[in-house]
């Protein structure tokens, strides 16, 4: 390794050292701290081997060359698991330390570093764009700072130009591939997604701070959390441990299409871990990192012009399990890459994915699938046994009945079986965990992907929720017949 040449981050330490001496070590090492407790909190016997199993499941079924997962609860990690390769050509194993493309997910770091601001005065959330960013095209209506972090600005979204190859030296620079483009409709009047918007978000913060976009998120964010493996990911810096980026092709393999992603650092640009990210999820759950209030403006949902609630705050976007219980979350997929951070505040558990193969198939059932098992409760031990025959009813997308037969068996202290819907190809069950008078269960489908299903005990019968093809779902028992 060439020591000559250091991340964004060692060099902001480097510079803060200079300027403020060893406090600045001090600083960081007691924010880093602040949501970790003396003791790690207990967590529900059989978590641990249940979450091991699932993980090894996800990578096997959907073909991840490389795969890192982290769990935290209260802080602390609880699960940490670094499978297959971050580089298959030289058939380097991943680690806790590879570096892979976390796309979107890079706009949860864009928020963090805008609430700092926010939090010590140094931004106006409702300042028009022109006060930081003079030299900004008047569009005719006022566009802020909230609106964009909550896709209500009107900026446009990538289209052709996704497949950036010119490389910018500046956030400023980037502007120039959308800022004359009309508005895709009046801020405020509707929800769009616009990692562009985030763009001009990030020439807001540097406006307000007078400081480099990737210094200032060095600064604010990744420095006080201990995010020592989140760089941008510049294609000509020597980034170690910057893991390889990959796309499936008929059923192959291969290296990912070129992209410079210099156009878009704020909006996803950024290389990460699965442990960095469980970091910056766990410092959302209590005081130290930012304030109450802040962290309320984060998770409340804007609303349109109009009233509709378009349930994201500001970029942390917010939902509901099957059982009724709050999260927030977001996801992001790139080129090679493609990440998901989910945490429920009240329960202090945090779940991160990341993995170096472009529009992986897992999200948001397999993140909350995997931080329920470290929810408080009872343990993945139960006297109630589901193993049997049942016949089952499905309400697909389109609110149309899907019938089918779920068998359940018990081997080696493990349920396995087969969902068989009517008409369909088989899907062999091949994880369970019961817990309690719930079972959560995921089978494989034609297309290679999970299917979820969280399912309660309803006297002999199972009730719940089909979490990739949505709606509910009922299963009878099916007694056996008498010989």
Do not use: C
């Amino acid at each position: 390794m060439n020591k000559g040449i250091r991340t964004v981050t060692e060099v902001i330490v480097i510079r803060a050292q200079r300027r403020y001496g060893a406090r600045v070590l001090v600083l960081a090492a007691g924010l880093a701290a602040f949501a970790r407790p003396a003791s790690p909190a207990p967590i529900p016997d059989g978590s641990i081997q249940r979450g091991h199993e699932l993980v090894h499941i996800l990578q096997d079924t959907l073909g991840l060359p490389g795969v890192t997962v982290t769990v935290m609860v209260h802080g602390q990690p609880v699960l940490s698991e670094a499978l297959g390769d971050a580089d298959l050509e030289t058939s380097t194993p991943a680690s806790e330390q590879t570096k892979f493309r976390i796309g979107s997910v890079s706009k949860l770091i864009t928020a963090a570093a805008l609430a700092r601001l926010v939090d010590s005065g140094r931004f106006d959330l409702d300042a028009p764009v022109q006060r930081y960013v003079p030299d900004f095209p008047d569009k005719g209506a006022t566009i802020t700072a909230r609106q964009l972090a909550g896709h209500l600005g009107g900026i446009r979204h990538y289209n052709a130009d996704f497949l950036n190859r010119e490389h910018f030296s500046s956030v400023s620079g980037a502007l120039s591939k959308f800022k004359d483009d009309p508005l895709r409709h009046a801020p405020g009047e509707k929800y769009a997604y616009s990692s562009y918007g985030y763009v001009l978000l990030s020439a807001m913060m540097q406006g307000a701070t007078g400081k480099p976009f990737p210094d200032l998120v060095a600064e604010e964010v990744l420095i006080p959390l201990g995010m020592q493996s989140t760089v941008p990911d510049d294609v000509f810096a020597i980034v170690t441990q910057r893991g390889g980026f990959y796309r499936r092709v008929d059923g192959e393999i291969q290296n990912g299409t070129f992209i410079d992603l210099s156009d878009r650092w704020a909006a996803g640009g950024y290389l990460s871990t699965s442990r960095d990210l469980a970091r910056l999820g766990a410092a959302h759950l209590d005081d130290g990192f930012l304030s109450a209030a802040t962290r309320q403006i984060l998770f409340t949902t804007q609303k349109t012009t109009g009233g509709e609630e378009t349930t994201v705050g500001l970029a942390w976007r917010i939902g509901e399990d099957a059982r009724g219980r709050r999260f927030y979350h977001h996801a992001g997929s790139n080129i090679g890459g493609r990440a998901i951070l989910i945490i429920y505040p009240e329960f202090g558990v945090v779940a991160a994915i990341v993995a170096n193969l472009g529009r992986a198939a897992f999200g948001v059932p397999e993140a909350v699938t995997i931080a329920e098992l470290f929810m408080p409760g009872a343990g993945l031990e139960s006297a109630w046994d589901p193993d049997g025959s049942y016949e089952y009813q499905r309400i697909d997308r389109d609110n149309e009945s899907v019938l089918g037969t779920l068998q359940l068996t018990r081997a080696d202290e493990r349920l396995t079986g087969m969902l068989q819907p009517q008409g369909g190809p088989s899907m062999p069950v091949v994880w369970t965990a019961l817990r309690g008078n719930q079972l959560s269960l995921a089978a494989v489908d034609p297309r290679g992907q999970l299917e979820i299903l969280w399912l309660e005990r309803d006297g002999p019968n199972l009730t719940g929720s089909s979490w990739r093809r949505t709606g509910d779902f009922r299963a009878t028992r099916v007694e056996p017949s008498d010989p």
